[in-house]
Every structure is written in C-alpha cells, then in structure tokens.
C-alpha cells in the first residue's frame, strides 16, 4: 500500500504527460517557455484571481510575496506553530520575527480568537506587526472571515498558505483567493503536485504581481539584465509546468475522489479516535488525513500495528516550531502554546490518495479498531 499512490495516477495520463514533455523538447523553451505562461492562466482562472505568478517551489510562494511587501528586521509576521518549517523559515530569512498564534483542537489551523494576543507579544518585544500567514493545514482552509478582520483592525497583510490547501473551499471561494496574497506548493506529495519542486502565488492586485514577477527572476525591470530590486532565481521550469497542465485537468475528479474516502473514514472511524474537523462551509482538498490517539503512548502503539502490516504511517508534525531548536531564541517554552504541543503528541496519518481502493480502506480502519 503506497501512502500517497502517483505511479496509478500516472497510469492515467502518462501518454498525455509524455506529448507535453515532448513538446518542450522540441521548441526547446525549458525556462519560461509557453507552457508556463499557459499554466499561470489556467490557475488565475480556476482559483478565481486576476493574477498568478508560478514559481520554483511552495517555500519561495511565500518568501517572494515577504520580499514584495519589505518584510524585515523589526517586524513581526504572525503564524501558526503547528506547520512545517517554511512558513516560519522565510520570516526569519528576511530578518524579521516569526511570532505564534495557538491552533484550534479541531481544525488545527491557527485560532482567531487568540489573535489579539499576538499583536501585544510583538510590541513587548519592540516588533512591529506587519503581516498574518494563515496555513491551510493539510487541505483545509483557515477561517479568512474572521482573520480578515482581524487584519483590516490592525492594518496587516494577509498572506495565505495554501500549500496544502489547494483544492479546498470556504464560503464557496477556492483556497488561493484569501488575504492579499496567497501562496501554493506543487511539491509532488502534495493534491496538484508535480515531479519536481514548484509553487504558485496569486493575488489580485496588479501593482504587487508586477513586483513579485519582477523579484521571480532576480529582480529585473525592462529585461533580465536591468536588475532595479534585489531578487532571486525563483522560476518554475517548463516541463513541470507542462507535467501540471495535464494533472489539473484531473484534479477535480481526485479532489472528488479525495472528498468520497475520507467522508468513509469518518463515518467508520472507531470512537476513540477523532479526525480534523471539516465546519460548515468549508470543504478541505484532504491533502493527508489525520486521526488523533488517545495519548502518545497510544500513538506508539498503532505506529507498531500498521508497521507490522505493511502501511506506511506518517506524523506531522511531531515538534511545533516553538519547540524546535532553530526558534530558540525566541525564548518560547514548553507549555507556551499547549493545543499544539497536545495536538503534536497525538496526531498520525494514513494513507490518502485518489485511488487508495476500498480494500485498502477496510484494513486500514480494522487496524485502527484493534488498536
């Protein structure tokens, strides 16, 4: 049993994969050829944004829009703890401080309620709050309504991590149109994924998606060699653009299929165990599917089971960013943020993909009942 199957989902469109790949092999376009300006099309279109700009991987869809913005020393970009290291990585690329906001227990994205206590921690610490990124965790969306709020009182951007999320809803708006700008990764293990790294940013405003082009490819002006802004090598190659241009045509069927095995996983799931909470108008792209044990030495005792049959497991995120020796020095503690220390503790996942049979389905969920 694969945790995440792309060798079936390649046996669906290989042959139209390998005529794309083709084609960029015959005009020999393979940085900025047609096909990526073809992709950033489709996605505007699908997401439902005047703008996309691709780019080499999920980590620069977030590190770019920072360096749009002048993010640096003396700010504070406020975020979840319970994500992985890119979302805090690239506020302190940049200088500034990454400052935590503590999870809900039952989405397990970033809590609107604590907030406000951000905004008192950066100014005790002589930090200027500056920006907000929401993560998307494992294909849900965050609460954009009340974040936005939030935002619009303190005069914040807000950044969306969609990363995972792409694919998801909330009040009928696809993830990649929340907050002034928002980020996707096509990393391969991800809903739209290619066969390489890759990312994507979106926003409608059309004086910053001129800026992040401009910062994409080492901040040009009129042509690459008229550099008017510091920036980096940020580009999206043309075959995994090609690669993406195939798999999106796809993507709704999976995301259909996705939606179809974790409502069964739900509904059969044993009653010690719970499972992120999807509210009402929201729908989540189930980039993976995690479950909660009862304790951690539960959680250890169901790694051992699924090992013993052969089913992958995974955990994220075992250690919260606060916790990781990297953060240190922002002198966070042990209990500082206690739903996602809790959370981390117990959470695991199984397999999740588009094709994971009904057999499949069935073991899985008997194991878990022996457990």
């Known amino acids: 049993m694969q945790f995440i199957d792309l060798k079936t989902q390649q046996i669906q469109i290989r042959d139209n994969i390998k005529a794309r790949i083709d084609k960029v092999l015959s005009h020999g376009k393979f940085i900025m050829g047609p096909e990526v300006l073809e992709l950033e099309s489709v996605l505007a279109k699908y997401v439902g944004v005047k703008y996309c700009i691709s780019c080499s991987s999920g980590t620069d869809a977030l590190l770019i829009p920072l360096m749009a913005k002048n993010i640096g020393p003396g700010d504070a970009v406020l975020t979840t703890p319970f994500t992985y290291i890119a979302t805090g990585e690239v506020i302190s690329l940049l200088g500034a401080t990454p400052i935590f906001c503590d999870i809900c227990p039952k989405t397990f994205n970033i809590d609107p309620n604590k907030l406000e206590s951000t ?27 009340k974040i936005e709020k939030f935002a619009k009182k ?41 066969y390489g790294d890759g990312g994507a940013i979106f926003t409608d405003d059309e004086k910053l998606a001129e800026i992040i082009k401009s910062i994409r490819i080492h901040g040009m002006g009129a042509d690459k060699y008229d550099n008017v802004r510091i920036g980096l090598n940020g580009r999206l190659d043309t075959i995994q653009a090609a690669i993406l241009l195939e798999k999106i045509k796809i993507f709704n069927t999976e995301l259909k299929n996705r939606n179809k095995i974790a409502k069964y996983f739900i509904n059969k799931m044993p009653k010690k165990f719970s499972t992120q909470f999807v509210p009402k108008n929201f729908s989540s792209s189930w980039a993976q599917f995690y479950i909660l044990s009862e304790t951690n030495s539960h959680r250890d005792e169901i790694i051992k089971s699924f090992k013993k049959n052969g089913i992958p497991i995974m955990i994220y995120y075992a250690v ?24 981390a503790s117990r959470i695991f996942s199984v397999p999740m993909h588009p094709y994971l049979s009904k057999e499949s389905q069935d073991l899985i969920l008997n194991i878990l009942e022996k457990c």
């Open 119 to 145: 905004i008192d921690d950066a100014k005790s610490n002589n930090l200027k709050p500056r920006a907000i990124i929401p993560v998307d965790l494992f294909g849900l969306p965050s609460n954009y309504d």
């Open 154 to 194: 303190h005069k914040l951007f807000v950044l969306e991590d969609a990363a995972q999320g792409f694919g998801g809803k909330f009040m009928g708006n696809n993830a990649g149109s929340f907050g002034q700008i928002a980020s996707t990764s096509f990393f391969p293990a991800k809903p739209l994924g290619c």
């Open 320 to 343: 919260p960013l606060h916790r990781q020796k990297v953060f240190s020095s922002l002198n966070y503690k042990k209990g500082s943020f206690p739903i996602s220390e809790d959370i």
